[in-house]
């Protein structure tokens, strides 16, 4: 079975994102860690402005950083899901369950789970205090999936997941055809990032 340039592309960005301790240490932590930065840099010019420190002069330009930081903000909050667990999960299920019927594919099997980031192998003991706190304020939702379709869906599938402004992880793809290759049989994981309390924007 040969693929064309687009279905290569696409197949070459659904292996890239492939990887869940590499989701949580690589990209998730420092999303995390430019999100406590920014909320800072947020509350000090927030904090300097109402306190009338600076002169008329200088207001238009702090007032334009403020702006800027809260814009920079406001974008990370949109990397990951913000609510109770409940309410997140049956979202996430919502969102990919009809990406799942826009891409034609075939569900045989499916589950969902939701648990604390410390089980995973993130090395918890070395990591710094910050760092632990950030896991502990997250939440992994596991959706598991066993599809049947043909390689087209299941490329349209996971460019719709790419897509999407919240961070769905594709943990686990296991591809198998039929003796014409024509229908495939699918086993995929897909893990979404949800954070409860407080939320500054």
Known sequence: MQLNKRERRMLIIALIIIGGGSLLKWILIPIW???QSIDTKLSLTENKLKKGRFILRDAEKY???????????????KTYFHGQ?????LQVLKIIDQYLKESSLKIKDKSVNLEGLTKYDLSYSELSPEEKTIIKELSMINYKLKLEGSLK???????KLTENEKLLSVDYLDINADAK???LSIELTIKAINREGEINE
């Not at 007032?63 to 909050?77: D, P, R, V």
């Open 33 to 35: 860690n430019d999100y």
């Open 63 to 77: 007032n334009n950083k403020l702006k800027s930081i809260k814009g920079e903000l406001a974008a990370l909050n």
């Open 85 to 89: 667990k409940a309410k997140i999960k």
């Open 153 to 159: 869906n299941l490329i349209l599938f996971l460019s």
């Open 181 to 183: 290759e024509s229908q």
